[in-house]
């Protein structure tokens, strides 16, 4: 049986784990599964819902077996009653991102946010650092107008369509070269924002030597990456290019320099930190019933990933 592992840039490790060969050298019947190619499925209205394509593919005929995403997809596929199971978690994130307003904004703080329109790659962990601020604010989903930017969230940003962003590089690179902006909210301190990785229950239990696998390769992969951010870079920078899309090198390789990589056991703190954040999506409308997390962790898949790191 083929493996499909899903990808796309926006989990970092599978991206470049799909252009460097080093998982067929254990796993030689892998299938790359372009999540970009693959139909979207039904956007709901960002103050509503969630968008559940990431683990709808793991059910789909035609979708993938493994999946690497930001922090909210795995919330999601749990609300929805799809049994999956976390591989790992990367190290915090919080230098890729922040909540931003233009300089010149009338917007001081979050509690301005009321009534505005607030840029967010929805159903991603953008749509969780806002609710976290908003929360923090004594502020709910319902007094902001919440605007799903998709690929246009920079430019959007720039020609005032959205009132305030949570924007991450290197996108943000793009927008800071052009204009000034203001911090409305830090990602540390407030939000760990991990990359992380899940399966579906059955896959893992039915295929532990190809996982085991996919988590050591993952891992070389990634002690790849942080030795050569350069090279690692260029395979974004080739597929945008290839798009149709400017990127810069320089751009993604001191994107990839400021990220931690490496796969890390599902732990207490992570754990903590996806319940409440399952607990305000729910409390705020946009998850469809209240969830316990602790069931998507399989204790013998946190001893592979602790047995796997250096």
Known sequence: MSVRVGYFPHNNSLFVLRHNGILERRLPDVTWVDLRALPQGAQPDPRAGLPTVHSDLLFAD????????????????????????????????????????????PIREVADLRGKRVGIAHGSWQTTLLLFALDRAGLTWADIEPVNTGGDAAQLFLDGGIDAWTGS????????????????????????????????????????????????????????????????????????????????????ERALRNRPFGVNPVDADFLGEQQ??????????????????????????????????V
């Open 169 to 252: 590089y290197p996108d943000l690179d793009r927008v800071e070269a052009r204009t000034e902006v203001r911090t409305l909210v830090q990602t540390e301190g407030l939000f760990s924002h991990p990359s992380l990785w899940f399966t579906r229950r059955d896959f893992a239990e039915n295929n532990r030597t190809a996982l085991t696998a996919i988590i050591e390769s993952l891992q070389e992969s990634d002690r790849w990456i942080t030795e050569n951010p350069r090279e690692a870079a260029r395979f974004f920078v080739d597929d945008a290019i290839a798009r149709g899309n400017d990127a810069s090198l320089d751009a993604w």
């Open 62 to 105: 035609g979708g993938y077996d493994v999946i690497g995403t930001g922090f909210t997809p795995p919330i999601t596929a749990l609300g929805a009653g799809r049994d999956i199971v976390y591989i790992g978690v990367s190290g915090p994130r919080t230098e890729n991102g922040r909540l931003v307003v233009r300089a010149d904004s």
């Open 276 to 309: 409440r954040a399952a607990d305000l999506l729910a409390a705020n409308g946009l998850l469809p019933r209240t969830i316990d997390v602790q069931g998507a962790v399989l204790p013998w898949v946190n001893d592979i990933v602790s047995a796997t790191r």
